[in-house]
C-alpha cells in the first residue's frame, strides 16, 4: 500500500516514522512519503492561502496550489515496493516512488475535516483495502471547497472527521488515520488476534479492561477470575465487561450489534443493563409501573398476546368474550386506577413505538384473604399472598429477554407492597398445564410447582399448573439462556 500526506507542515508527521509504521515502511508492506504543498507554490511568498471570498475571519487554502499537488500526487498511483525499500521521508513534489503503477487500482482521496463524516473502525477497514490513499491536510479555515468537488469527481473522495471537535489543522488527523489503516495491513500487528478483541474489532464493542503484575498495586487487585487459569471463565468474565463497558460509554455501539453478534450467555448481562435482543438486533428495553396514559396501548397488546397462551381448544367466540370482560380499555384503566389492588408493570422498546409487554398483578386486600379459586388456596397457604395474573409479551420479542426483566421488575414492585402493613410471604400464578416453554422459564424465575387448578372458560373445563415463589425478599436468581 501506498501512503501520500501532503501538508505544509512536513515535520509534524515524523513520528510516522517510529514503532510499526516505520518499520512496515522499512520493511516494504507500506511506502509513506509526506509532501510539502509549499513546494507547489509559484510566488516568492510560497503562499498557500487568502482571504475568504464573501467576507469572516480568518484564511482559507488555495485550490490552485491544492490542484497542482493532488494532480501529481495522485498521477504518481501505487506501485509495489521490494522489501527495504520503503521511505517515510521524500518530502519532494510529486514523490514518484520507483514500481510500476497498477492501471484500475484503488485510489482514495482523504480529506480532514470537522464537518466530514466520523471515522469509525469500519472506515478504516475500508481504507486498508485501498491501493493509494492520499490525505491532504488542511489548515486555518480549511480548503476551498471546490477541491473536493473537483476531485469527487475524478477520484474516490472521503472528508473525514476524528470527533465532534476542531484542531488547528489535518495533521493529527492524518496521523490518526495512517496508524489506524497502517495496523490493518498483513503483517504490520504481530498478533493478528488483538485485531479482533480490541475496542471496535470484529465483536463490536469496547475492549474489556486489561490487567498485568504485579497482580495487587497500591491496594488495588486483579479480578481473581483472571488468576484461576479457567479459559471460559475468563473469556465469559471479558466478554461481560465488554458488554458493560459498552453500555455505560458507548450505548451507539451496543445498538448496532446484529443478532448474529450476540452469543450465549449475553443476554442475562444485557437484560440486567437495560438492553435486549429485539427483530432488528439489540435495542435498549425499559420496565416501568403502568400509567393511566397506558390504557389505550395496553388493551391491543392485551388482545393480541392472550390468545397466543390461551388453553388449548378455546374457541374464537371464546377468546372474544374474555377479552371483551377482561381486557378493554375499560378494564385496563380500572386497573391502573387502582393501585391498592392491582400492580401494572408495562415494557417498552426504544424505536419500536407501541409496547412491548406487560404484566398484571393482583393483590389482597387483607392479611388472610386467600387466593379466589379455592384449589389454589389448598396448596397456597401463605399469607399474605399476590397473585401474577398475567405476563405476556409480543412474540416477536419472545427471545429477547423481555420477558425477564418485566418478572424481575414485576417482584421487585411486589417486594414493596404491603397488606395491612404487612410485606408479601408468596406470589402465585397458573399456567397451561401443557406449555411447557411458560413453565421452564418460571422454574428459571425461581418459581416452584405446588400442584394444579381446573377452571372454566367458554363452557370448557381447563386444567392449569400452579406456581408459587418463595418470600419477595429475596432477590430474583439469575436466569440463564
Sequence with gaps: MRIDVVTIFPDYLAPLELSLIG?????????????????????????????????????VMKPDVWGRALDDVLASGPSDPS???????????????????????????????????????????????????VIACGRYEGIDARVAEHYGDRVETLEFSLGDYVLNG????????????????????????????????AAGLLEYPVYTRPVEWRGLAVPEVLLGGHH???????????????????????????????????????????????????????????????????APLAAATFPLAAPPGLDEEALAAFIAENLSVERFEDYLADGARYVVMVGEVEGSGELAGYTLSVLPLSVGEPPYAADVEAIVQERPTAELSKIYVRPEFHSSGLARMLMAQTLAALAEARVEGEPLAVVWLGTNARNRRAQKFYARCGYERRGGRRFWVGGREMSDAVWARPPLESAPPAMAD
Design 232 to 298: 471460559a471463565r475468563i473469556a465469559r468474565w471479558r466478554r461481560d465487561r465488554a458488554l458493560e463497558r459498552t453500555a455505560a460509554r458507548r450505548p451507539d455501539l451496543l445498538q448496532s450489534l446484529g443478532a448474529e453478534q450476540v452469543v450465549r450467555g449475553d443476554r442475562e448481562v444485557l437484560n440486567r443493563l437495560g438492553w435486549g435482543l429485539g427483530p432488528a438486533g439489540v435495542a435498549r428495553m425499559r420496565v416501568r409501573r403502568g400509567i393511566p396514559d397506558d390504557a389505550a396501548r395496553l
Design 170 to 201: 489535518g495533521e493529527v488527523a492524518a496521523l490518526a488515520l495512517v496508524e489506524a489503516v497502517v495496523r490493518l495491513l498483513p503483517g504490520v500487528v504481530g498478533n493478528p488476534e488483538s485485531l479482533e478483541e480490541e475496542s471496535h474489532g
Design 23 to 59: 518499520r512496515a515502511a522499512a520493511a516494504g508492506p507500506l511506502q509513506l512519503q509526506i509532501h510539502d504543498l509549499r513546494a507547489w507554490t509559484k510566488d516568492p511568498h510560497r503562499t498557500v492561502d487568502d482571504s475568504p471570498v464573501g467576507g469572516g475571519a480568518g484564511m
Design 83 to 133: 522489501p527495504g525499500t520503503g521511505e517515510c521521508s521524500g518530502r519532494e513534489p510529486g514523490g514518484v516512488v520507483d514500481g510500476t503503477t497498477h492501471p484500475g487500482a484503488r485510489t482514495v482521496l482523504a480529506i480532514p475535516t470537522p464537518s466530514g463524516i466520523p471515522l469509525t473502525q469500519r472506515t478504516v477497514e475500508d481504507l486498508a483495502t485501498a491501493d493509494h490513499l
